[in-house]
T-cell receptor
Framework: SAVISQKPSRDICQRGTSLTIQCQVD?????MFWYRQQPGQSLTLIAT?????????ESGFVIDKFPISRPNLTFSTLTVSNMSPEDSSIYLC??????????FGPGTRLTVL | DAKTTQPPSMDCAEGRAANLPCNHS???????VYWYRQIHSQGPQYIIH???NNETNEMASLIITEDRKSSTLILPHATLRDTAVYYC?????????????FGKGTKLSVKP
């Protein structure tokens, strides 16, 4: 199974600033995803990170707020822009391999003050 | 929206089998049943999946009813480390229809 790492593991940020989260997979994968998990809640899919093209966002999420990059088959970034306290969540990277199995990173715990 | 219904919580005694039910009455013919779990403060972990046959691996067994409208995840000998939220997800094979959409899951508490 693919091993996914994320940086940073946690951060505390001021409102109005932006944070970029990095996701690295130890092998080439077909698809990469970003999820959000608000306190006490389940996971919500933010977007599918597409290599070489714009990400595909789920309803309720927009590129201006959550710009995503995927420059190659093993790396992606998610930026949380113009943060507010409501953005305090765990952000999880996920990847699907050629066998169609999907794995998750450890998450980035974000607190916005 | 999630296509599954699970009880919000369950308790299990350590060493006993944990049987976690899931209802997916609207499942389509091309959709698989997947189970993941999330131990506190960690990313979700894949457990098992199946289409219509029962499946077993080193972690668990998956029993799917003949009409495929419900399933049960069985942890044969639960330990304290199995305390987690368990998610049952129906998912097509591949593409955007294969995206994992999480419901609220079942919080399993394994007690000594």
């Amino acid at each position: 199974s693919a091993v996914i790492s994320q940086k940073p593991s946690r951060d505390i940020c001021q409102r109005g600033t932006s944070l970029t989260i990095q996701c690295q997979v130890d092998s080439q994968v077909t698809m990469m995803f970003w999820y959000r998990q608000q306190p006490g809640q389940s996971l919500t899919l933010i977007a599918t990170a597409n290599q070489g093209s714009e990400a595909t966002y789920e309803s309720g999420f927009v590129i201006d707020k959550f710009p995503i990059s995927r420059p190659n088959l093993t790396f992606s970034t998610l930026t949380v822009s113009n943060m507010s306290p409501e953005d305090s969540s765990i952000y999880l990277c996920s990847a699907r391999d050629s066998g169609n199995e999907q794995f998750f990173g450890p998450g980035t715990r974000l607190t916005v003050l | 929206d999630a296509k599954t219904t699970q009880p919000p919580s369950m308790d299990c005694a350590e060493g006993r089998a944990a049987n976690l039910p899931c209802n997916h009455s609207t499942i389509s013919g091309n959709e698989y049943v997947y189970w993941y779990r999330q131990i506190h403060s960690q990313g979700p972990q894949y457990i098992i999946h199946g289409l219509k046959n029962n499946e077993t691996n080193e972690m668990a067994s998956l029993i799917i009813t003949e009409d495929r409208k419900s399933s049960t995840l069985i942890l044969p000998h639960a330990t304290l480390r199995d305390t987690a939220v368990y998610y049952c997800i129906v998912r097509a094979w591949g593409g955007s229809q294969g995206n994992l959409i999480f419901g609220k899951g079942t919080k399993l508490s394994v007690k000594p």
